[in-house]
């Protein structure tokens, strides 16, 4: 490509746009001339660098791609770009690329190009690569943690195939419950580890921890140990699919008893599978123990999960509840079927029914037995839509007789006195808890229930 001869004004600033910088050095060094085109080079001070040696203004690490560059300049030919970091004022080092040509026998001229961009794209590479080095460095230790866990649980641990129903690992605990070696169990159906009587109960098992991605609870005997425990599946995903690992929680074996210790075993069962949850708790309402349908209740996936907390944090209204339980206990030594609501670990609320006594041991124990209403309030739900509807149709047929105002007020009063009857039945006539329950102070609650006839002589 053959260009016209150029004036010096054009030829300059031909060089300003095909490069950020120019600079025209001497054969020695020496820089003699400098042309910026890229404003962010200005922290630099290039126009302090003339009669400077080229080789001054660079780090030290790059003086020698300087020294390399101004003993062979290119001739014409396409040159050879380094990169060369200049230190500015602002204490950061600055990226050039830069090649060298030979105008005469005395000049060169070397044109550099910004690498703020590349270096930007590096820069972000590395801390990119830092990044995924501490990702992988806390999910090896993430796994280091659960082999640990895995392998010392006391608990017998299954991880099994959703699809297959293989036995990929099993701890030593797992081992121990079956008595029999690694080699042999993994890679193995895992209904080959319990009873076939039991084989339908763990099928359903894992397919309902898959289908639910929830804990799910039950029961089976393992194979040849005349052992029964408790199992809880949970299903996880994996790089291989989908995977469940499966727990046994508890066991219980029936070696030759003497008959005083057979009722004990028997009875203790009995608790166990009992359909309606159980819970043991000390007189200050700590849970001490509950039975597998109290865990499934709640949503639990151990009895850890609730040991050693207050039984009123997992009741709806709290320390109201528990007050009333208590305050009933203490006098009658028992209560039936007190109306209140769980908060399940999967933050729905429960509608329970608690009965609770005090037992004969030397500590004076509760026992809490918690019956779900909840199937109950759904199959009665229609006939008190029903009554609500007919009372709106009486409402109905009162309008044209009465002024709005006044079928308001009774509406008002209506409903009133049925909150105030419900929260005395709650609370078992106790004015107080009742009070609290509905958000009243007591002197408010007893002039509410002598406005409604409800009041007795121990309320004047």
């Not at 290119?74 to 200049?86: E, Y």
Request: some cysteine; proline content about 4%; glycine content about 6%.
């Amino acid at each position: 490509m053959k260009l016209p001869p150029l004036s010096a004004d054009k030829l300059a600033q031909l060089i300003g746009v095909a490069s950020d910088i120019a600079l025209v050095i001497t054969h020695q060094g020496t820089v003699q001339s400098v042309s910026v085109g890229w404003d962010e080079l200005a922290v630099l001070g290039c126009s302090d660098w003339i009669g400077r040696p080229w080789a001054d203004t660079v780090t030290s690490e790059s003086r020698i791609k300087i020294t390399d560059m101004l003993a062979s300049p290119s001739n014409g030919q396409r040159g050879r770009w380094r990169q060369v970091n200049h230190p500015s004022s602002q204490g950061r080092e600055i990226p050039l690329e830069y090649t060298v040509l030979q105008i005469n026998d005395k000049l060169l001229l070397a044109l550099g190009r910004g690498m703020e961009a590349v270096a930007s794209l590096q820069q972000r590479l590395i801390e990119s690569q830092q990044k995924l080095e501490r990702d992988y460095q806390r999910l090896r230790h993430m796994e280091g943690k659960s082999r640990i866990l895995f392998e010392t649980a006391t608990e017998p641990s299954f991880t099994v195939d959703g699809a297959t129903q293989r036995v990929l690992e099993l701890n030593p605990s797992a081992q121990a419950l079956l008595g029999q070696g690694t080699k042999r169990l993994q890679d193995r159906d895992v209904l080959e580890c319990f009873e076939p009587a039991s084989h339908d109960e763990v099928l359903s098992l894992l397919r309902m921890a898959q289908a639910t991605g929830r804990v799910e609870m039950g029961r089976a005997r393992v194979l040849d140990h005349d052992k029964e425990v408790t199992l809880s599946a949970k299903a996880f995903p994996s790089d291989q699919g989908a995977q469940v690992l499966l727990r046994c929680l508890g066991q219980e074996s029936r070696p030759h008893q003497d008959p005083q210790e057979s009722d004990r075993a028997w009875m203790q069962e009995a608790l166990e599978r009992a359909p309606d949850g159980w819970i043991l708790a000390d007189r200050q309402g700590v849970i001490l123990s509950a039975n597998a349908e109290f865990l499934s209740q709640m949503g639990a996936i151990s009895l850890a999960q609730l040991q050693g907390q207050p039984l009123e944090r997992w009741l709806e209204r709290g320390s109201v509840d528990w007050g009333v339980l208590q305050t009933n206990v203490r006098q009658l030594g028992y209560v039936r079927n007190f109306a209140t609501e769980l908060k399940t670990f999967s933050g729905l609320n429960l509608a329970v029914e608690i009965t609770a006594l005090t037992l004969s041991d030397p500590q004076a124990n509760w026992m809490l037995y918690v019956h779900d209403i909840h199937r109950l309030r759904q199959a009665n739900s229609p006939a008190k839509a029903a009554g609500m509807a007919d009372s709106v149709a009486q409402l109905a047929q009162l309008v044209g007789r009465m002024p709005m105002k006044d079928i308001v007020g009774e509406t008002n009063e209506m409903i009133e006195r049925m909150c105030i009857l419900a929260a005395l039945d709650l609370t078992r006539n106790n004015r107080a808890s009742a009070a609290e329950m509905l958000g009243l102070s007591r002197q408010s609650l007893y002039v509410k229930l002598r406005r409604f006839g409800l009041a007795t002589d121990k309320d004047h």
